[in-house]
């Protein structure tokens, strides 16, 4: 009798210690990605740890994007209960207008679901309707910039990683395989944070170099900024940077162990004036690259690229 009864239970301790093994020892490839924190606060399980990233617009479209890209590339892969992913389209807009026939105010009086004849999982498909019903819940980060009159730095920011998940989706399933246990792992965290339950943890995937390695005289900074401001050009609105025009560098507080504190150096950049010139600043904070700051805009501290970020703390830029 009290071995029918135990059976069961050693069972299910063996599987959920297999799970937790699996989940141990899986690995996402990250390489050539331009955003793999984004990835990796998610695969890792710790995403709610970082609070500049948390709840904010960027996961709202990291997730959609995401589910679009999953079902587009893993579509063998799906279970029988897959789920139809749908968008709602306005059938019928009602439009105010005033005397002269100018629009006052226009809104949707009708719906109708439209389908797209892709799938995901039951698990994605329950998170992204939680994330539908509640689509300010991960817009602190923009609210705050709005309220801080820094609207601009949030549409950049938008439409840089609008460009980098398209550029990161095709890559990152190319190099990881649907049915892996690093991508189920991955799938499986994605889909409980528009639920705020909890993740699985799992430690981060190493490096071979730390900033702290790094002997700070021997890097390129020329080539690093001007990866740097490459990136952040992905989001101007009407500049159009001149690759590889970076020069004229100042180096402020670097030694062969210490990183520098700042550098500053001028570029080239064409605009509706014709070419011109401007400046930008670059500061470290803990060995690595923390603030791109534009003479337009100086007292604004964009987020520098964590691809770059993450290639200098390897020694990408090391002289050779």
Known sequence: MY???????LL????????????????????????????????????????????????????????????????????ADKVELTYQECRER??????????????????RTVYTGLYTTPHLARAEQQLKSNPFA????????????DAFKSSRNMKRLQLDLQHDFPIFFAQNACNSEAVLLFNDNLGRIPFRTELRRKSAPTTTKTATSLNYTQQDYLKL???LVTHQAKGWLMNRYQAGSV???????????????????????????????GWVRISFQNGEPRCVNFHDY?????DPSPKVVSDFKKGAYTSR
């Open 3 to 9: 071995r029918s009864f135990l059976w069961p239970v």
């Open 12 to 79: 299910l301790l063996c599987s959920i210690h297999t799970l937790s093994n699996q989940a141990q020892t899986a690995q996402l490839n990250l390489s050539n990605l331009e955003r793999p924190d984004l990835f990796e606060l998610v695969f890792t399980g710790s995403f709610y740890d970082q609070q500049a990233t948390a709840l904010n617009l960027e996961f709202g479209t990291f997730f959609t994007e995401y589910v679009y890209a999953y079902a587009r590339s893993c579509a063998d892969y799906l279970p």
């Open 94 to 111: 009602m439009v105010t207008r005033d005397g002269w026939g100018n629009e006052i105010s226009s809104y949707c009086n009708d719906y």
């Open 138 to 149: 991960f817009m602190g980060e923009v609210m705050q910039d709005v309220q801080s009159m």
């Open 225 to 227: 900024i001007d990866d």
């Open 247 to 277: 020069r004229d560098l100042q180096v402020t507080g670097a030694s062969a162990t210490q990183a520098p504190r700042t550098l500053v150096a001028n570029y080239t950049f064409s605009s509706f004036g014709g070419t011109q010139n």
């Open 298 to 302: 100086p007292q604004t501290c964009n």
